[in-house]
């Protein structure tokens, strides 16, 4: 059972140090200036203990001794650059090592969302791609060379100890081992602890998170004293998991301070007795307690280090569980020949369903090329979810869908997504200026285009009466803008991509009907030609397409004219009836 715990806190550990092999050269340089920078210190240590027992026992200075006064400044010289090589290519190590580690998550976030991250809070993630990332990096970057660095110095120890006072100096290594045991030992409880405070930390991260994007709609709704108390229970909970860390890690400590005592005094006493009966040296035993008290100081430092095993493993396998995470749409395929721009749509017996809730059954829909239909039904139909589909944030569970008579998943997804555009109901507006927003889209665009795509977008006006116009900063998620604003933005986008294929979920459900049909007429322009999916609820919207879509609990019930649909579909009927009041 106990090996099945260490291998548990070990594994998340271990699995993670091949991939570190790729910087084998700044791991060297950082070892040998980290071994050279002890063995500096502790020979300046040494040294000086030796150098005072000299002068104290001849009571006078001789060459000897002038030549350990010149060697003691190269000592401290030696210090000063080991320390300093050392700093350079450990942060220059760390560096490449957390970039790495943030890549790999962002590709792994990248790779399985939407679908891998529809259960996991967004403080979570958030949590795993940076504080645990850098806990991480933190480990690897200074604690295992330091770990090693230590061992190799602390067996350097020892040999000159042996050599100063006998086999007694093999206390040295057996004390420093021991010191570095302590925290090994009480691994599994540090990995449950540590485990515990990442979760915590994500989880508070998470509550902040949601209090800060949901701020209007907590104050407008008075929610904010029950925010504030929940705030306040997930900040109790991470400090009574730090208090248990810390009483754990406090007992180490003394238990480590205590070892080295009873080690110094047991030591000393013996090399007395040793001196007493002639065995050692009375000018060997201060250098001997200097580089056992030295060994034992490093031990400890990286003692303290280990101390944060737990936590590292936990953070580790947060890490883990992230990047495990298996593709959840799988991108192959050539890139597709398409004859023109005219691109038709078809659906094809699609079932799809979100854990165990069915939400397309059995669809099929074909869209012509350039026809523009609106796709109708109530709420929770699977109308956002067969745009979804189309642009491939999900996989159907049978089914297909083809783009021109291709199966969209032999489409390589980039080519794919500048096929289809998919405009939502609720766009997220980046935090940068309104021209950043916008090159998202289309980075090659010229000053003359975005004006043209706010202009068509029927918000060029407002954007010119802003201070700076284009270069004006929005807040993050859009903030400084109104919902209408910022749905009209996410258009302008559109706009500017220009597909083939244009699917708009709700897109201009926050404007006014005015300026909702100026829009359509607008777009109708710039639209002609295009395949366009129009998902709405509102009919002036729905009237406006070629042809209506009407879903009925995840299946096609009727599709046509809005005309031929109101004559001869009930369920339809009944469905804009409220619209139409």
Same mark, same amino acid.
């Given at each position: 059972?106990?090996q ?21 050269? %700044?791991?060297?340089l950082i070892?040998?200036?980290?071994l050279i920078?002890?063995i500096?210190?502790?020979a ?12 104290l ?10 030549w350990?006064?010149?060697?003691l ?8 650059l ?23 998550l ?6 399985i ?7 996991r809070?967004?403080?979570d ?16 970057? %200074? ?5 090693l660095?230590t ?5 350097i ?14 206390i040295l290594?057996v004390v ?6 302590v ?15 990442r979760?915590?930390l994500?989880n ?9 994007q949901?701020?209007?709609?907590i104050?407008s709704?008075?929610l ?34 205590l070892?080295i ?14 001196m ?37 493993s936990? &953070?580790t ?17 050539n ?11 078809e ?6 369903q979100y854990?165990?809730?069915k ?12 026809s ?7 709420t ?18 049978s ?12 489409i ?9 555009t998919?405009?939502p109901?609720?766009?997220?507006i ?10 998202? &889209? ?8 975005l ?13 010119r ?5 284009l270069d004006t900063v929005?807040g993050e ?16 986008q ?9 699917i708009?979920d ?25 395949t ?18 009407f879903? %009925?609990e ?9 005309s ?6 009930e369920p339809?009927r009944?469905?804009v ?5």
């Open positions: 059972m106990k099945i715990l260490y291998r548990d806190a070990f594994g998340p550990i271990l699995r993670l140090l091949p991939g570190l092999s790729r910087y084998k050269k %700044h791991e060297a070892f040998v200036m980290l920078h002890r500096c210190v502790t300046i240590n040494v040294m000086s203990a030796a150098l005072v027992s000299r002068i026992i001849l009571r006078e200075v001789d060459q000897l001794a002038c350990m006064l010149i060697s400044g190269l000592l401290v010289l030696s210090v000063g080991s320390w300093w090589l050392d700093m350079w290519f450990a942060h220059v190590y760390s560096y490449k090592i957390i970039a790495d580690l943030r890549v790999d962002f590709d792994a976030i990248n790779r969302s939407p679908a891998g991250l529809r259960h809070k967004t403080g993630v958030a949590a795993a791609a940076m504080s645990d990332v850098e806990i991480t990096e933190w480990f690897y970057a %200074h604690t295992v060379i330091d770990f660095a061992h190799v110095a602390n067996l120890f020892t040999i000159a100890m042996i050599i100063l006072v006998g086999p007694s100096g093999l290594l420093t081992t021991l010191i570095l045991l925290p090994i030992l009480t691994l599994t409880l540090q990995t449950k602890q540590g485990d515990n405070i979760r915590s994500a508070q991260k998470g509550r902040c998170l949601e209090m800060i949901g701020s209007r709609e104050m709704l008075g904010a004293n029950l925010q504030l108390d929940a705030i306040r229970d997930s900040t109790l909970e991470v400090q009574r998991h730090k208090r248990s860390y810390l009483i754990r890690s406090g007992i180490e400590i003394a238990v480590s301070q070892m005592s009873a080690a110094t005094i047991g030591a000393l006493a013996w090399l007395l007795g040793l007493h009966s002639g065995k050692v040296n009375l000018a060997s035993i201060p250098p001997a307690m200097m580089l056992l008290s030295a060994s034992c100081i490093a031990a400890l430092s990286i003692s303290s280090m280990l101390r944060k095993l737990g936590e590292v936990g &953070a396998s947060r890490y883990f569980e992230l990047i495990d995470k298996p593709r959840q749409v799988h991108d192959h395929g890139t597709a020949e398409f004859t023109d721009g005219l691109l038709s749509l659906f094809r017996d699609v079932c799809f854990d165990q809730a939400v397309i059954n059995d669809f099929s829909l074909l869209i012509p090329a350039g523009s239909v609106a796709l109708v039904g109530r929770g139909a699977g109308k956002s979810t067969l745009a979804a589909l189309v642009v491939r944030l999900y996989e159907p569970q089914g297909e869908i083809y783009i021109d008579g291709k199966r969209i998943d032999s390589p997804l980039k080519q794919l997504r500048q096929l289809v998919l405009v109901q609720h766009p997220y980046f935090r940068g200026t309104i021209r950043d927003n916008l090159l998202m &889209a289309k980075p090659s665009a010229s000053e003359d285009e004006w043209q795509s706010l202009k068509i977008a029927q918000i060029m006006d407002t954007i009466n802003l201070p700076k116009q929005i998620r859009g903030a400084t803008l109104s919902g209408g604003q910022r749905q009209r933005l996410s258009l302008a559109a706009f500017l991509r220009n597909s083939s294929i244009v708009f709700e897109s201009v459900s926050n404007l006014d009907p005015k300026l909702e049909q100026e829009l359509i007429e607008a777009s109708r322009f710039i639209y002609e030609g295009r366009t999916i129009t998902i709405a609820h509102r009919l002036s919207t729905i009237k406006s397409a070629d042809c209506v879509a879903l %009925h995840g299946k096609l019930a009727a599709f046509g004219p809005h031929e649909l109101i004559q001869h579909c339809y009944e469905f009836a409220p619209t139409s009041a």
